[in-house]
Nanobody
Framework: QVQLVESGGGLVQAGGSLRLSCEVSGRTFRSNTMGWFRQAPGKERQFVAAITWSGGSTYYLDSVKGRFTISRDNAKSAVYLQMSSLKPEDTAVYYC????????WGQGTQVTVSL
């Protein structure tokens, strides 16, 4: 079975940066478009970013364009999210999955952005 392990979250001040990592085990994800999603308290989970299997195409939520960068390393079965110029509204639990989401969700990693 697939296991998704997200890491790299934390508490950061507005304007700061974080790099999230997601390790995939249990099956290859080489052929899948992978994505990052987030869920803020009291809100539904939303799409944040996605990257095709080759890394040739990326997609972003409008509010994170120019601030977040998604990347992947197929040899390591890992996907990353570099987040810069963070805002309080980016506060959420961040998850990785295929895009659209096909696998069971991992535990996520908490990102908290303070003023």
């Amino acid at each position: 079975q697939v296991q998704l392990v997200e890491s790299g979250g934390g508490l950061v001040q507005a304007g700061g940066s974080l790099r999230l990592s997601c390790e995939v085990s249990g099956r290859t994800f080489r052929s899948n478009t992978m994505g990052w999603f987030r869920q803020a308290p009291g809100k539904e989970r939303q799409f944040v970013a996605a990257i095709t299997w080759s890394g040739g195409s990326t997609y972003y939520l409008d509010s994170v364009k120019g601030r977040f960068t998604i990347s992947r390393d197929n040899a390591k079965s890992a996907v990353y999210l570099q987040m810069s110029s963070l805002k309080p509204e980016d506060t959420a639990v961040y998850y990785c999955n295929t895009s659209p989401a096909l696998w069971a969700w991992g535990q996520g990693t908490q990102v908290t952005v303070s003023l």
